[in-house]
């Protein structure tokens, strides 16, 4: 598994995963379901190990984008339920009822794409329901949840497993919006009992669980959290640090005071200097934003991205680091423990959950922990 040419290196606890979905778990009543969100490969960091390592702790509710994650998770697990957000349509309604995938259904195209599925495969066949309730992204508009309400017949060969909404603005525990949303899926939920009967909902990401037990309802589908993001942006941390990420100095070399590093000379050196040319860039998800803004760590130093990010190579003034560990082959440390995705995501104007999805392909994936 570990590949000695490798010049970048994810490291991805999975029993730090394990322990955060226990830890969202545990703030639950009991009966309430903690799902997992594994969508854009697990956020970058491989959707079948963390699955099937949450499988082992008894998640048995998986939530991904597309037909195709939700394919390649069901290779690795045997049952549970894989729901997908996207839905669907005529065109992938067969390979979501061949590797028993549950749609999420937005809106009454999609109502109407599986009712014909589970006409053709004269069967019942099990959905998720999605409202909006102030997104306004996917999810059955007001007026379809009115009809869907009314109109039994649209849900016919239909087993609605689950009610779900979504927030808009969860990490904000202030935001009045989510009363707003909770009271507007509480209304539809009891519109819908009428013709539906009541069915587990489900409204919370990992965020709305920090709102309280109001919010929970019979599932929660935390992503980011267990990936060690702080789903409480204005507190600390709750959750454990999940990755780390170092990557290979291909050069060190001396540049004299006055002389500018990587393209545009954007960064000045006000001082002889020495720096090193560490192996990732923006085609790995360094993105480019953090030019002369993050930082990494050799040797216990805080060392500075100086220039540009480019495509495959960062620069870094390691000036105050000692010849003998800022050295070619040695690595440095760009993710840690104390400069995390979220310290890099506010160094490239961005979020976490960008920092986390675009971790590239070119790095070695490393696993720790149990893997069933
Ligand atoms: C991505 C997503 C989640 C998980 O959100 P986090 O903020 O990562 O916890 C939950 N529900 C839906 C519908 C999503 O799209």
Redesign the pocket.
């Known amino acids: 598994m570990t590949n000695e040419r490798s010049s970048g290196i994810l490291t991805i606890d999975l029993d730090a995963v394990a322990a955060n979905w226990r830890s969202l778990k545990s703030r639950l009543q009991a009966g309430t379901l903690c799902a997992a ?1 594994v ?1 854009a490969d697990g ?1 970058g960091l491989g959707a079948t190990r963390i699955a099937a390592r949450l499988y082992a702790e008894g998640c048995r509710d998986f ?1 991904v ?1 597309t037909p195709d994650e939700g394919i390649s998770l069901r290779r690795v697990l045997p049952d549970g339920a894989i729901y997908v ?1 996207a839905g669907v349509d005529s065109a992938t309604a067969a390979a979501l009822t061949e590797h028993r995938l549950t749609p ?1 259904l937005n809106h009454l195209g999609q109502i109407e794409a599986w009712r014909k599925a589970a006409a053709a495969a004269g069967s019942t066949l099990p959905s998720v329901l ?1 409202l909006d309730t102030g997104m306004n992204r996917l999810g059955l508009p007001r007026d379809e949840v009115a009809r869907v309400a009314s109109e039994a017949p649209l849900l016919a060969g239909l087993k609605t497993r689950l009610v ?1 909404s ?1 927030l808009v603005s ?1 990490e904000l525990a202030s935001d009045p919006l989510n009363e707003t949303q909770r009271a507007r899926f509480d209304a539809s939920l009891s519109a819908l009992s009428a013709s539906l009967g009541t069915k587990p909902a489900s409204l919370a ?3 709305g669980i920090f709102l309280g037990p109001a919010f929970h309802y019979a599932m929660v ?5 267990l990936y060690g993001v702080n ?1 409480t942006p204005n507190a600390p941390n709750p959750m454990m640090e999940v990755l780390r990420l170092a990557a290979k100095i291909l050069q060190v070399r001396r540049v004299d005071r006055g002389e500018t590093v990587g393209y545009g000379a954007t960064h000045l050196l006000p001082r002889p200097s020495r720096i090193a040319v560490v192996a990732a860039g923006y085609a790995d998800g360094f993105l480019r934003s953090a030019s002369n803004r993050a930082s990494a760590r050799l040797g216990g130093l805080s060392v500075p991205v100086v220039g540009r990010v480019s495509m495959d190579l960062i620069t870094l003034d390691v000036t105050d680091v000692p010849e003998t560990i800022a050295r070619p082959g040695a690595f440095v440390d760009l993710l840690d423990g104390t400069y995390n995705v979220e310290h890099l995501a506010t160094d490239a104007g961005t979020i976490p ?1 960008e920092i986390l999805t675009a971790l590239g392909h070119r790095y070695e994936r490393r696993y720790l922990g149990t893997s069933p």
Not at 221 to 225: C, L, M, S
Request: no cysteine.
């Open positions: 969100v969508k956020y939530f984008a957000l999420v999605h779900m979504h969860s990401n990992s965020s589908r935390p992503g980011v959290a789903p959950y």
